[in-house]
């Protein structure tokens, strides 16, 4: 199970995207974000998802790998396109199957909110996948210096965002290993339907929650006792640099989002 997890999980080729720095492609996530959101049509998608795909071939990670990113999503996806055929009612054409009606309009909308949501999810994969989390954390709270204006501390939001991607992989080894023991016991997931699936997988949530609280103490404990501080000044083992390359892709996405506006 943790292995076919990959959202968040760090894969190195040595690419030139590989070692842009971090703040840079978070930023450039958020532009290729807005510019997602400002779509208006197919001509834009095809703009978008050609420099998308230009970016992650630059990572040289198998592209299998981000359509695997889109697995967790399908039933999702699915789920909004079909809302959209079957309620909207716009568009200068339609199909009369008796009961149901499909109009054009319904079909563009659908298909460009599916479209969306796969763009945004694929480059939000290059960053996690061309990035360590350490220095992911580390990008984003020299990002969110400025909310230390409102009295928000991005030490405090970084070291929780730290943790939740460390335990991503904890979790999924401790939900393996109940299901494992569970089969050892006689559960065939293999042979059920996807309700009697549904009703024997509950039973993972509670000692997979359990043994998630019972590891975040232990985590309490080990940093107490190793006399971690969280406001104690502290130096950095890497150190971020800003370089021509992150200037570029910056750049890049934001020309994007002027494309957009005038394709």
Known sequence: ?????????YIETGSAVHRLDPR?????????????FL???????????AFSIGVMAATR???ITYVRTLKPLIF????????????????????????????????????MSVARMVLFVAFTAVLTLTTPPLLLTQGLESLMKPLSLFRISPRKVTLMLTTSLRFIPTVFEEANKILRAQASRGMDLVDQNVLQKAKLLISLLVPVTVGAIRRAAELVDS?????????????RFHKLTWGWGDTLLIAATALLIVITQLV
Do not use: C
């Open 76 to 111: 999702l996806m699915a789920f909004i396109f079909v809302f959209h055929v079957l309620f909207d009612t716009g568009g200068s054409w339609y199909v009369d199957l008796g009961p149901v009606k499909f109009y054009s309009g319904g079909l563009q909308k659908g298909f």
């Open 1 to 9: 199970m943790a292995n076919r997890m990959i959202m968040g999980k």
């Open 61 to 63: 990670i198998p592209f």
């Open 39 to 49: 779509v208006r049509s197919t001509v834009d998608l095809a703009v978008l998802a």
């Open 223 to 235: 940093m107490e006792a190793r006399g971690y501080r969280l406001h104690a000044p502290r130096s």
């Open 24 to 36: 840079a492609k978070t930023l450039a996530m958020l532009l290729f974000m807005a510019a997602v």
